[in-house]
């Protein structure tokens, strides 16, 4: 069992990166796999991946795996190019396997390298080095691999924190956590970007990247295919989102990405007027006239040009009449007529519920 703590760089993290940056050793997806098994504890408890873990957290890790593979040293010829006391320079030829893994057990450079040099065997992977580029990560992106993405960019800016390409990896880890569905990674990616690098050329898409992936409960299936009112759900990360968002367009009005904000800002303040409207006319049903009240003002107040506004207007004077404030009820009725509305009378309600004995009753003649 091997056991490390929390340092205050990774506080607040998610726990599968936080674990793939203590323990280099192993891919994002050995260490996924070992949290749901339950080889990797957080103070001793069984954790989610996406759960965060703080400074000071002890993690503890029993790395078994599943498939037993060979390290042991083959007579494979390999090209050595160049050679030192502390590294090696290796013209791998086509064909042969990095290490070995779950697809290929034996036969690859690795143990190649612990035939001709029986001391690498004391290395991590034999001390192979991977090609870990910019390149490898954009070519992974472009075939829609954003998983494997993923592992290459966090391999860059663990190993070469420092310099440009870094940075670059900083900034595609937030578009890789985004289309791999990781919307709470991306969110925390682009704020660390803003963070570490708050004069970068590019620091306007980290703050739109921020906002876009506070709410994407719009986007998942469900939503598209059934359209589901989500207004009458939980919004608050649509609230997050809308004053993210608004932050960006104040800061960068001349970005590329500002039409799509704007776009985005004009749902999202409709989707919370509707959120309140929900509660004012849960609250008109019940007869609590004042908080129905109040929130219809709200979206009025602090909403203004919400597709919303006539709705909340009605509401507003569906109240004033019920609490006999008939004055202000027809400044409200006559602001509706100004503004193109009709007032329709709500007929009365009936219903043919079981435990219900209502029912319409005949037109008089």
């Keep these: 069992m091997i056991h490390k703590n929390i340092s205050e760089e990774q506080n607040n993290s998610r726990l599968d990166q936080a674990a793939t940056f203590i323990f280099k050793d192993y891919s994002r997806s050995q260490i996924q796999r070992w949290i749901s098994q339950g080889n990797l504890l957080v103070n001793g408890e069984i954790l989610k991946a996406k759960d965060k873990v703080h400074t000071g957290d002890e993690i503890s890790l029993d790395p078994i795996f ?98 440009r390409y870094a940075e670059q990896a900083q900034s595609e880890l937030i578009y890789a956590y985004f289309m791999n569905g990781e919307d709470e990674a991306a969110h925390e990616a682009a704020e660390k970007f803003i963070r570490l690098n708050p004069r970068h050329p590019n620091i306007d898409y980290a703050y739109f990247m921020r906002g876009i992936a506070s709410y994407t409960r719009d986007k998942g299936m469900f939503a598209r295919i059934f359209k589901s009112d989500l207004s009458n759900r939980d ?38 007027a509707k959120n309140e409207l929900v509660a004012a006319e849960y609250y008109l049903k019940r007869k609590a006239y004042v908080a129905a009240l109040r929130r219809a003002k709200y979206v009025i107040e602090n909403i203004p040009n919400s597709s919303e506004t006539m709705r909340a207007l009605k509401i507003i004077r569906e109240c004033y009449k019920a609490l006999g404030y008939f004055e202000l009820m027809e400044d409200i009725e006559s602001v509706i007529e100004v503004n193109g509305g009709t007032i329709l009378e709500s007929p009365e309600s009936f219903s043919w519920n079981f435990f219900s004995r209502k029912a319409p009753r005949p037109n008089q003649n």
Excluded at 99 to 128: Q, S, V, W, Y
Excluded at 257 to 271: E, H, I
Aim: glycine share 6%; aromatic share 12%; hydrophobic share 40%.
């Design 66 to 163: 599943e498939n037993r593979v060979s390290w042991d040293g083959e007579d494979i010829p390999i090209q050595i190019f160049h050679e030192e006391e502390d590294f090696l320079i290796v013209n791998k030829s086509p064909g042969l396997v990095m290490h070995p893994g779950a697809g290929c057990h034996d036969g690859t450079l690795a143990n190649a390298l612990a035939f001709h040099f029986p001391d690498l065997k004391k290395l991590p992977r034999c001390g192979i080095v991977h090609r870990l580029d910019k390149d490898t990560a954009q070519r992974r992106m472009k075939a829609n691999n954003f998983f494997s993405a993923i592992e290459s960019l966090e391999a860059i800016e663990a190993r070469y924190p420092f310099g």
């Design 235 to 272: 919004i608050s990360g649509a609230k997050q989102a809308f004053g993210e968002l608004s932050e960006f367009l104040t800061r960068f009005p001349q970005s590329q990405y500002a039409p799509y904000a704007s776009q985005r800002l004009v749902y999202l303040r409709s989707l919370i």
